[in-house]
């Protein structure tokens, strides 16, 4: 498996440039822009297929934004008991009114809640294979499977994982001068670190299906 080749692979498509630049359009568009999420699931698929360049084009964008909206939806869904603890947790504390035991209570519930969404972002590589890979809402929702390809190959899992995160670093560092120059490099930053995540995800998919 090469995860280094996350990071470059979107530049062997002769058509990068149109594909991102079509993407920055619809990721300003409020709602549409969940399709982006659908795109991700198309390079696992176009890998999957064994495409030389998994990079996907923006036909059939009904289709992305349909695996984008299932995305959004389940993602939703595995947030919401931490943001039920949270809206209880303020609620409690703005109730007892004190100063004090309102920052101590929202410091557990902050902690609490971090830690749920650090396991959260740890296994949602794995919800979006079983899902790209079943094409079914329901297999979001198929928590031994999930764990399964989560842990079957913990190695190569952790460093997909790793290789998403760090990408996401990488913009973060940079994204401040993206920003000065215009919103069109910062947009074009988001579309490379989502196309780096999900490359790498795929390679976790595609030896998942091989030892299967």
């Known amino acids: 498996m090469n995860f280094g080749k996350s990071f ?4 062997d498509d002769a058509n990068w440039v149109s594909k991102f ?9 409020p709602i549409l822009n969940i399709a982006w999420a659908g795109y991700g699931i198309g390079i696992m698929r176009n890998m999957a297929r064994g495409m030389e360049k998994p ?9 992305k934004f349909k695996d984008g909206l299932v995305i959004f939806v389940a993602g939703f869904i595995y947030a919401l008991p ?3 603890v949270i809206g209880i947790g303020v609620g409690v504390a703005t109730a007892i009114g004190d ?25 949602q590589p794995a919800l979006l294979i079983h899902y790209a890979r079943t094409n079914s809402f329901g297999a979001l929702f198929q928590v031994s499977e999930v764990f399964k ?5 913990i190695g190569d899992y952790l ?32 579309a490379w670190v989502m196309c780096v ?15 299967s």
Request: glycine fraction near 8%; proline fraction near 3%; charge should be negative.
């Open 8 to 11: 470059t692979y979107m530049f």
């Open 21 to 29: 630049l079509v993407g920055i359009v619809i990721s300003m568009v």
């Open 55 to 63: 990079l996907p084009s923006w036909d059939n964008l009904g289709e």
């Open 82 to 84: 931490a943001l039920i």
């Open 99 to 123: 100063d004090n035991i309102f920052t101590v209570v929202m410091v557990v519930v902050g902690c609490c809640a971090s830690v749920y969404f650090l396991a959260f972002s740890f296994l």
């Open 149 to 153: 390809l989560a842990t079957q190959n």
């Open 159 to 190: 460093m997909a994982w790793v290789t998403g995160l760090l990408a996401g670093a990488v913009l973060s560092i940079i994204s401040p001068v993206l920003a000065l120059l215009c919103i069109v490099p910062l947009l074009l930053g988001i």
């Open 197 to 211: 995540s999900y490359y790498a995800y795929g390679q976790v998919g595609l030896s998942a299906i091989a030892k």
